[in-house]
């Protein structure tokens, strides 16, 4: 995953986005023969050379100042994500040494996370840790998404499941758009840590043995997960519409416990207690 041509991807891609209008400049006549506003047009908005602008794109600018990269942000009117991305692919954290880079030590459940998910009776919960990688969850989540034990412990990855299993096609209503945030979600994770060898070998796990993956990626879409709508359709009781959150600890941002809650009073509600009323009592499993 290198940072040099990330960076180029990415900002290539938001240049192709945006058309001369969108930002208050001239459209002279005659074709484009790009997409989206040319160097030139992108520099001059930006207030640097396009010379500079050019070598950066190149990914041959060491060390540009916050502030150029803050004004290449309002110019290409990124997202907060987006900008964020954009300072992670110029200035890439360096790794100390010249060894090769070594994988992360393998991640365990937070003790507290654990005690969350063990008092979550009614409510599907899960832990994600780096890679998206599911490191815990409940009786409640497995009910929802499927039971993580009967998985190898390399197969438990939200993004692997998504695209590699045919059930979370059917499971996922809107499955395109869980798709797509799973890979701008994994944009972000690359953009942050660029030599993690197994974050490099799921992206191209994932791009050899899926055709809509590896066509999406390309976009290089870029969104942390936060919170939202997820939309259901379960074999066992049908359509569900559920919240979810994500919860993250000040002093470990890397492990995430995402919940899923229905409205009081809803349809989906008296579904999804009905499922877990239905689902065989079972006792929290972790690897």
Not at 114 to 133: I, K, N, S, T
Request: glycine share 4%; charged share 25%; with cysteine.
């Amino acid at each position: 995953m290198s940072t040099a041509s990330s960076l180029n991807d990415f900002l290539r891609s938001r240049r192709a986005r945006l058309r001369p209008q969108d930002v208050s400049l001239p459209e002279y006549g005659g074709a484009r023969r790009v997409a989206g506003l040319r160097r030139e047009e992108l520099a001059q908005l930006a207030g640097v050379s396009v010379d500079y602008y050019t070598r950066m794109e190149q990914g041959r600018v060491a060390n540009p100042s916050e502030a150029v990269l803050d004004s290449l942000a309002r110019a290409l009117r990124l997202t907060e994500d987006e900008t964020r991305h954009l300072h992670q692919l110029a200035r890439p954290r360096r790794t100390a040494g010249s060894a090769r880079p070594q994988p992360p030590r393998p991640q365990k459940v937070r003790p507290m996370l654990q005690r969350l998910l063990d008092e979550l009776h009614d409510v599907p919960a899960f832990v994600m840790g780096r890679r998206m990688d599911v490191l815990a969850w409940n009786a409640a989540a497995c009910a929802l998404l499927g039971d993580y034990s009967l998985l190898d412990p390399a197969e438990r990855n939200v993004a692997r499941i998504t695209f590699l299993d045919p059930a979370a096609r059917t499971l996922y209503a809107d499955w395109t758009s869980c798709a797509r945030e799973n890979v701008a979600y994994l944009h972000l994770q690359a953009g942050q840590r660029p030599d993690d060898p197994l974050l490099a070998s799921l992206i191209g796990e994932l791009s050899v043995k899926s055709q809509d993956f590896r066509r999406w990626w390309a976009e290089h879409p870029v969104q942390d997960k936060t919170s939202g709508t997820k939309r259901f359709h379960h074999p066992l009781v049908g359509d569900l519409e559920l919240a979810y959150e994500t919860l993250r600890t000040a002093d470990d941002p890397d492990q995430a416990l995402i919940t899923y809650a229905a409205d009081p009073g809803t349809p989906s509600h008296d579904a999804l207690h009905m499922l877990l009323a239905w689902s065989a009592p079972a006792e929290q499993a972790t690897p």
